[in-house]
């Protein structure tokens, strides 16, 4: 079987104005970024037309390190919708370089339901990412110049800033550093550090903005830390918002490219799921669904993490109303959640399948929860069984849920023709399923014990001294109605990674708190989870190459 990128390379690619036309975007609107990519202007946002719309959110059970494949199934869908004569559009996340460098590799599909130029799209793509990282670096620097001052220095006391730099790289090396040294001239020595750009709260902001005016003010009001006379101090203080602004005017619009079967793809911003809010841009999605039938768009890692911040963060702040929910399965997840072995996944193992399906079934719970009755795409692998996919099927039917078996990694949108009948069968029963996990006027303790309760499974939740002190905090600025987004590992439905299946009994632990005001939520850590991840053993890196004439190898 090819590989991914081979596959991408012998596509051929069609203009983007071609795609373009698709959409029904006049070609003097669009902003070229080549041949093949283009920038759509804001305008295109119409709130009449999102209201006859149809969204369809793609999330998944927990999944094994490499991935279940929500990319994969979101292309595939959104292709084989428009196979069967509906007029859809995919919208996407940016990848980071962290994981297309590291151990998950790119996030622009497999096999025949990707997203194209490829290798532009995990790479540096249009330079959004690289935007945020010089927004956010650049109120890093403001922030040390202000402490550096002797006239106009806001009496910041270093000890309680939380902003740190970020940039867009696995390196742990930089998790906790010491900055300023050198002498009087070089600044004002203490302890800082980065995080990596998709877990940076410009990231976040920009995602969740309506337009640029809302991304100014929004940028304004990120909270820095106390003066020494315990006054906060927000960007907006250091002037720094309109800067920031000034560097993302570009990053802001929404990127628009294709599938490997020339469906239209938007492709915009990259927060994480399991530090953020894990979902493309407000403006990307409202972007999709004004100027299509359908949009099929995706939440990171799995239900308790990326599609509870797509509906209780994302969704109460843009006003979204989802139509239909799939759960994206793999045979090879479950038996893992059953006890077996990483390497012997692709080993028949009904024994350890029927233990897994106690994960898939919380994860259509917690959709439940939302109001949706899910529908479950099974993945298929090479490596399945048809004992194995028999048995999981029977399972989701008794489940009282619909079920499709998803070939759109081998044979692209016609692999998924059945997921896409079964997605629009659902979306004419749920016109308006959603409701929200919590009311955001809920005190923190309120929605952060729902949140783990309902979407973990957890029985209590325990909070350090630092953490609940950081809560009556941010209470005391006025800030008690923010949402939340708990930061937890993706491994788990747990705050612990070692714990697969559907753990019961446990205790999440709360052990801070930090707050995102410009992003408009507030983030407890629960666990050890970190904002800036390492390299593995063998990084992805060590793999691709390029050759004399600029073609890239091992990218995947």
């Known amino acids: 079987m090819k590989q991914d990128i081979e596959i991408a390379q012998e596509a051929k690619i069609k203009p983007i104005a071609k795609i373009a036309d698709k959409l029904g975007i006049p070609h003097d609107e669009l902003e070229m970024y080549g041949k093949y990519k283009a920038k759509i202007p804001l305008h295109f946002i119409d709130d009449e037309k999102i209201k006859n719309a149809k969204l369809v959110l793609v999330t998944a059970i927990t999944p094994t390190p490499a991935g279940e494949g929500k990319t994969t199934t979101s292309i595939g869908l959104a292709q084989a919708l428009n196979r069967i004569g509906k007029k859809a559009t995919v919208v996407l996340r940016e990848p980071s370089l962290g994981p297309v460098f590291g151990v998950k590799g790119g996030a622009a599909g497999g096999g025949y339901s990707q997203v194209i130029p490829m290798e532009d799209i995990n790479l540096h793509f249009t330079g959004d990412i690289s935007a945020v990282e010089k927004a956010h670096n650049l109120l890093s620097a403001l922030i040390d110049n202000n402490i550096q001052l002797k006239d106009g220095n806001l009496g910041l006391d270093p000890r309680t800033i939380g902003w740190k730099r970020v940039m867009d790289m696995n390196e742990r090396s930089l998790r906790d550093i010491v900055i300023g040294l050198g002498g009087t001239t070089e600044g004002v020595p203490r302890q800082s550090g980065f995080d990596i750009t998709a877990a940076s709260e410009v990231m976040a902001t920009l995602c969740i903005a309506k337009n640029l005016d809302d991304l100014k003010q929004r940028l304004g009001n990120i909270f820095i830390g106390y003066t020494y006379s315990d006054k906060p101090v927000f960007a907006r203080d250091l002037k720094a918002q309109g800067a920031m602004t000034a560097l993302l005017k570009d990053a802001i619009k929404p990127n628009l490219v294709q599938t490997l079967e020339g469906t239209p793809a938007i492709i915009h911003g990259g927060p994480f799921a399991n530090i953020a809010q894990g979902t493309n841009s407000i403006i990307a999605t409202k972007t999709g669904l004004s100027l299509s039938e359908f949009v099929v768009t995706e939440a990171g890692f799995a239900s308790e993490l990326g599609a509870e911040k797509f509906f209780d963060i994302k969704s109460q702040f843009g006003n979204l109303k989802t139509n239909a929910v799939v759960i994206v399965a793999t045979v090879r997840a479950l038996k893992y959640h059953g006890g077996a072995k990483l390497s012997s996944l692709e080993n028949e193992d009904i024994s350890s399948l029927q233990k897994g399906f106690e994960n898939l079934d919380k994860h259509i719970e917690n959709m439940k929860f939302f109001g949706f009755n899910p529908i479950v795409a099974i993945n298929r692998f090479d490596s399945d069984t048809d004992a194995e996919l ?167």
């Open 390 to 556: 028999d048995l999981l099927v029977r399972h989701c039917k008794s489940q009282n849920v619909k079920v499709s078996i998803n070939e759109a990694w081998a044979k692209g949108g016609e692999g998924a023709i059945d997921l896409a009948n079964k997605v629009t069968e659902s979306v004419l029963d749920c016109s308006d399923c959603y409701k929200p996990l919590y009311d955001l006027s809920w005190s923190f303790e309120e929605k952060i014990e729902t949140i783990c309760k309902k979407m973990y499974g957890a029985d209590h939740v325990e909070y350090t001294v630092k953490a609940k002190t950081q809560l009556e905090k941010i209470e005391k600025l006025g800030l008690g109605n923010l949402a939340v987004c708990i930061a937890k590992t993706q491994k788990s439905l747990s705050d612990d990674q070692t714990r697969r299946g559907r753990p019961k009994g446990f205790t999440i632990k709360i052990r801070e708190v930090e707050l995102s005001s410009g992003a408009g939520f507030i983030v407890p850590i629960a666990g050890t989870i970190m904002r800036m991840p390492g390299l593995p053993v063998n990084p992805s890196a060590e793999k691709i190459d390029i050759d004399s004439n600029g073609k890239i190898t091992g990218l995947f």
